[in-house]
């Protein structure tokens, strides 16, 4: 059974909506931020400031074009969407969902994002970070979901509603 790889910026629900999903489709459940710390052996912020952006991306890239999961859903760190084999990695064992979260929700959602350990350049704002990555996760996507004003319950069944337009019978 293919995956079902959860993508979008931070805060944008992946890791709540994923949990949600995987338990309405009786699937496994992976947060591959949280996956990639387990093998790294420290937090991902720690990552960031010890070795910098690039070195994270490239190990981010690295353990997600390892990963071997099946019949899983897979929240994916927000800047997975740099990885180009990554992303075809992911693609090719699961469909893509960009949860699609407008901008002024996610300025009210994040707080601080060192702590967070989101890949922003210097002095860069949540806005450039949005429209430097919306257009990459609409590219990669094969499924978009808007997700304003839904609980993470209802994104989950609006999910799972285009699962089943879209394949049928194997998301039921």
């Known amino acids: 059974m293919k995956n079902v790889v959860l993508t979008g910026m931070p805060a944008a629900g992946k890791s709540t909506v994923g949990v949600i999903l995987a338990k309405r489709l009786g699937l ?5 931020d949280v996956y990639i710390q387990a093998r790294e052996g420290r937090r991902l912020s720690e990552i960031i400031r010890e070795e910098g952006m690039e070195r994270f991306k490239a190990l981010e890239e690295s353990h997600l074009c390892g990963m071997e999961a099946t019949a899983t859903v897979i929240a994916t760190g927000g800047s997975v969407i740099y990885g180009r084999r990554a992303m075809d990695h992911l693609a090719t064992h699961g469909l893509v969902v960009y949860l699609h979260t407008p901008l002024s929700v996610l300025l009210e959602r994040l707080s601080d994002l060192e702590a967070r350990g989101v890949v922003i350049q210097p ?15 609409m590219a990669c996507a094969h499924l ?29």
């Open 28 to 32: 496994n459940f992976t947060d591959s």
């Open 123 to 137: 002095g860069m704002s949540v806005e450039s970070l949005y429209h430097e990555r919306h257009p990459l996760y």
């Open 144 to 172: 978009v979901i808007p997700t304003e004003g839904l609980t993470p319950s209802g994104v989950a069944d609006v999910v799972h509603e285009a699962l089943i337009n879209r394949e049928g019978e194997i998301w039921r």
